[in-house]
């Protein structure tokens, strides 16, 4: 997927209504306040081959890259917020809501943005053996 792609699935993520109760959609899954995609890395070589162990995480890594860049056009320059303390909370047991607790555990650390009422999140995550993908969360719920 190209980033122009990407920033055309943002654009309808952010101007899709939130269901109002949890489940998958069309790019990913959503719920109440959120809309989670999950984008994977096109990490095949040009020959049509399986990707090497390592050619899926950093095309996904330069895809990540090139998407906060083309958002940062947009929107200005990013937050740059670790999500660690927010896995870490949620593995003691305290409540995380989503998307937030799905992004601490699968990426880490997201590229972060208010626009109007809403966040954009975008991080990049491992999703399987030899295989990363972009997450991109539209949420109108603060970061915890």
Request: aromatic content about 8%; glycine content about 12%.
């Amino acid at each position: 997927m190209t980033t122009a792609r990407h920033l055309a699935e943002i654009d309808l993520l952010r101007g899709r209504a939130f269901p109002d109760v949890p489940g998958p959609s069309p790019s990913g899954s959503a719920g109440p306040g959120y809309h989670l995609a999950r984008f994977p890395a096109d990490g095949a070589g040009d020959d049509g081959r399986e990707p090497s162990p390592g050619e899926s995480e950093a095309q996904c890594r330069a895809e990540y890259e090139a998407l906060a860049a083309a958002l940062a056009v947009r929107w200005g320059a990013p937050q740059h917020v670790s999500l660690w303390s927010v896995s870490f909370s949620g593995a003691a047991g305290e409540p995380v809501p989503p998307p937030w607790e799905e992004l601490s555990h699968r990426a880490g650390e997201v590229r972060l943005w208010r626009v109007a009422d809403q966040w954009i999140a975008v991080g990049a995550a491992p999703a399987g053996e030899d295989r990363w993908e972009l997450l991109v969360a539209v949420t109108g719920t603060d970061p915890p």
